[in-house]
C-alpha cells in the first residue's frame, strides 16, 4: 500500500487495511500511532486512511461530500459513526439477547460466548452488573428444559457457579440414563422362556425368524401369527396356538401371557 512518507527519514511505517470486521477503536489506536510516527498532516491523514478502507468500510466515502474526502477529521467522525463503539454496543447487545445454544454446543463454549458478548455490550458496568447479566442470558439460552428448572431452584449467584453445576447435572444425568439401560438389560423377563435363539442367517439364503426354516421369509411363513413384544426388555416373543406344531415343539409362553 502506497502511504505519504516521512519526510525527516524516507520511511513510512504501513497501516493495515480496515474492511470494518475488526474494532474500529483499535483500528484508530494503531492508525494513530503509525501516522505519528510518520510525521503526517491532516491531508496526509486522509489519504492514507481513505487508501487503508476495504468492502463495507470504503463505502463510508459515499456519504461523504466530495469536497470533504480529504478532510481528515470529518473521514474519522463518518467511520466513528458507523464502526464507533456506541454502534457496535446495540449489536452486541442484540446477539445477547437472542443467544442460545447451538446443537452441538458444549456447556463451557456456551458460557465463554456469553462472557465475550456481555463484557462487549457492556464494558464500562461494574463486574457484578455484567456477571448478574450474562447469568440470566445462560439460563435462557440453555437447551435442557430441566438443566434451566435445576439452576433456577439453586439460586446461583455467579456464572462460573452455575457452569459448574450444569456440568455436574449433565454428569449425573448421563449416568442415570446408562443405569436404567443396564437394569432393562439384566432384568429377568418373563417372556424369555419363550424366546426363539435366532441363528446368523447365511448370506444368500432367506431364512425364516419364526419357525427356522430356509427358503421363504418371515412373512411368508403359514406359522406366523401375531407378533409381540416385552414392555421390559423389547425382545420380540410369539404366540401361538395350541395345534401349532411349531408351538408344540417350543417351551411353553404361559408364564409370557401372565
Not at 487495511?17 to 510525521?39: H, I, L, P, R
Not at 456464572?159 to 454428569?171: P, Y
Request: net charge positive; with cysteine.
Amino acid at each position: 500500500m502506497a502511504m505519504p512518507l516521512d519526510h525527516a527519514s524516507g520511511r513510512t511505517l504501513k497501516v493495515p487495511a480496515f474492511d470494518g470486521e475488526m474494532s474500529w477503536n483499535v483500528y484508530k489506536t494503531q492508525f494513530e500511532a503509525a501516522a505519528t510516527s510518520n510525521c503526517w498532516n491532516g491531508k496526509e491523514r486522509a489519504t492514507a486512511l481513505i487508501l487503508a478502507l476495504r468492502g463495507s468500510a470504503a463505502e463510508v466515502l459515499q456519504t461523504i461530500p466530495a469536497e470533504n474526502h480529504f478532510n481528515y477529521e470529518v473521514l474519522v467522525s463518518a467511520l466513528d459513526l458507523r464502526y464507533g463503539e456506541e454502534h457496535m454496543k446495540q449489536i452486541y447487545r442484540s446477539q445477547l439477547r437472542n443467544r442460545t445454544q447451538r446443537s452441538g454446543e458444549s456447556i463451557q463454549q456456551l458460557a465463554q460466548d456469553i462472557e465475550r458478548l456481555t463484557l462487549l455490550s457492556y464494558p464500562t458496568s461494574d463486574p457484578e452488573h455484567r456477571d448478574e447479566t450474562a447469568l440470566d442470558t445462560f439460563i435462557k439460552a440453555l437447551r435442557d428444559s430441566e438443566l434451566k428448572q435445576s439452576l433456577l431452584l439453586s439460586d446461583k449467584r455467579k456464572l462460573k457457579d452455575a457452569v459448574a453445576h450444569s456440568l455436574t447435572f449433565e454428569s449425573a444425568k448421563q449416568a442415570s440414563k446408562s443405569d436404567v439401560r443396564l437394569r432393562q438389560v439384566h432384568e429377568e423377563c418373563s417372556c424369555q422362556k419363550v424366546i426363539v435363539k435366532r441363528e446368523p442367517q447365511q448370506h444368500g439364503v432367506p431364512q425364516c425368524w419364526i419357525c427356522g426354516g430356509k427358503g421363504h421369509l418371515r412373512r411368508d411363513c403359514k406359522h406366523r401369527l401375531k407378533d409381540n413384544y416385552c414392555r421390559n426388555c423389547a425382545t420380540r416373543w410369539r404366540k401361538r396356538r395350541e395345534d401349532d406344531p411349531v408351538s408344540r415343539s417350543a417351551p411353553s409362553n404361559e408364564g409370557a401371557e401372565n
